[in-house]
Each structure stands twice: as C-alpha cells, then as structure tokens.
C-alpha cells in the first residue's frame, strides 16, 4: 500500500511503482532497501491485512456448539413465514428475519436453507489516546446466529485492517480483495462439515447489508455524504442548507 494511505495496490493498481495520487507519488517500495540493492530487493513500504472470512465461515461449524448456534436462522424464519402465512401479518418487528429486506429474498429463493447471510461494517478507530493510531477496519457479522449472539466481539470476524494515521484517498483499492473473495464464495459456493449434524453441504454468502456511520456510508453507497447538499442516505430529496459562502451543508428543515 501507499506510503501515505492513499491506495492500496490492488486491481487496477496492481503493477504501479508509485502511488498514482498525484498529489503524492510516493514510491510502493521501503526506499532504503531499494536504494542498498541498486533497485533489485522490493519490499513494501507499508502493508494493510486482509482476513479471508471462508475459512473462518468453516472454523465456525466444525465445534457442535457453534454449529448448532448457526441454525437460529433457518429455524425462526420458518416460524415466521408460518405465521405470516396464517394471519397474513406480522405483528411485531424486532428482528432482522422480520422485515421486507430479508423476507422478500427468501421467499423469491434467493436465500436457502444452508446459505449464510452477511453484514458488513465499516468504521476507523483510534487504537491510542492522544496519539496519532487512526486506522481503518471492517468486519463481518453473521446474521444466522440469534440476536444476542451475533454482535458479540467472538463472533464478529475481522476483516480488514488499514493502518493510518492518513485516511485512505481510495478505499475501493483497499477493499478489493476481500470482496473478491466474497464474489468468489458466493459464485462457486462454500463446503462445509455441520459438526451438529455430521453433514457435508454447500453454502451460498448473502450480503444483506453494508452498514457504516454517516461519514463512511459515502464508501458503500457512493454518495455526497452528510455534509453535502444532498447528503441522504436513502435518495429522499431532502436538499440541505448552508451559510453563504460556506462549504458545508446542513440538513435543516425549519429555518431558525
């Protein structure tokens, strides 16, 4: 990756020396060894880690206990469609099984049985007080497990991590390798061993929701972001306001 946290040489950025921001430029590689080896030892500058969620997908069904705990799913969504089916409603909505979002993709077959859905969250974080550590991180949350199981720190899996203290210029470069990743799994699909059920099956990856606070939802949904005219979330039409002459819009409905 960039020196600097610009981009990470990834996809398009593959085969670049240099850090193709051009207000930076940095060199991809530790310029001292490069410059001791007359330019034949490349060794990256700054390196960010990615963390491939299949295996860790497949370390979650191989304990009974966990295996069991992933059936949650399946199980209250067939109560639920059972029950929409008899009283044509649902009465309470506490549960991400319960909305439109999740219902219509299971009952159009695009979610089965053995198929596991995903969110992912996006945030940076600063690791030490008083000290420049900003840095960059998703991670996965399975929305098979059962609410209070799921955002849980030993069942939330890691990601990726960006080391800071910049903020990244193109987070798409960043994220490159592990959505292919995700890409990959959900077109060939995932074998895994139910140690619950001494079952051998093939899973399919679900990703139900991309979620983030306001300033990092402008990474997933390519929008303004909350400080532009336009800065909702959803395409509301709400136009903001801001002083004259000033950058920064506000979403006011009432002038004061």
Same mark, same amino acid.
């Given at each position: ?6 981009v990470?040489?990834?996809? %398009?950025?593959?085969?670049l ?13 530790? /310029? #001292? ?13 700054k ?12 370390? &979650? ?15 209250c969504?067939?109560?639920? =469609? ?10 309470? !909505?506490?549960?991400?099984?319960? #909305?439109?979002?999740?219902?219509? %993709?299971?009952?159009? #077959?695009? !979610? ?8 992912v ?22 929305v ?7 955002? &849980?720190?030993? @069942? ?5 991590? !960006? /080391?800071?203290p ?14 292919r @990743? ?31 606070? #306001?300033?990092?939802?402008v ?12 800065? +909702?979330? =959803? ?5 903001? +306001?801001r002083?004259?002459?000033?950058? @920064?819009?506000?979403?006011?409905l009432?002038? %004061?």
């Open positions: 990756m960039c020196l600097e946290t610009c990470g040489f990834t996809g %398009p950025f593959t085969d020396e240099t850090c193709p921001v051009s207000s930076c430029c940095a060199s991809r590689w530790d /310029p #001292g060894r490069l410059c001791a080896s007359n330019g034949h030892v490349k060794v990256a500058a390196k960010f880690t990615t963390i491939p969620l299949g295996p860790q997908l497949q370390a &979650q069904y191989r304990d009974p206990h966990s295996a069991r705990a992933m059936h949650y799913l399946y199980e969504t067939q109560e639920i =469609i059972m029950h929409l089916w008899e009283t044509g409603e649902i009465p309470v !909505i506490d549960n991400i099984t319960m #909305g439109l979002d999740y219902l219509s %993709p299971v009952l159009h #077959g695009d !979610i089965k049985e053995n198929d596991i859905v995903l969110m969250s996006l945030d940076s974080a600063q690791l030490y007080e008083h000290k420049d550590s900003d840095c960059w991180m998703y991670i996965w949350i399975i098979n497990l059962a609410p209070d199981q799921r955002y &849980q720190k030993i @069942h939330d899996h890691p990601g990726r991590f !960006i /080391p800071g910049n903020k990244p210029k193109n987070l798409d470069s960043f994220l490159c390798i592990g959505v @990743h995700i890409a990959a799994l959900q077109k060939e699909g995932l074998k895994f061993w139910d140690a619950d059920c001494n079952l051998v099956f093939c899973s399919n990856l679900y990703l139900l929701f991309p979620t983030a606070d #306001g300033p990092g939802l990474y997933w949904d390519g929008m303004v972001g909350h400080s532009g005219k336009n800065g +909702c979330r =959803i395409y509301c039409g709400v136009v903001s +306001c002083k004259t002459n000033g950058r @920064h819009y506000y979403p006011v009432i002038k %004061p």
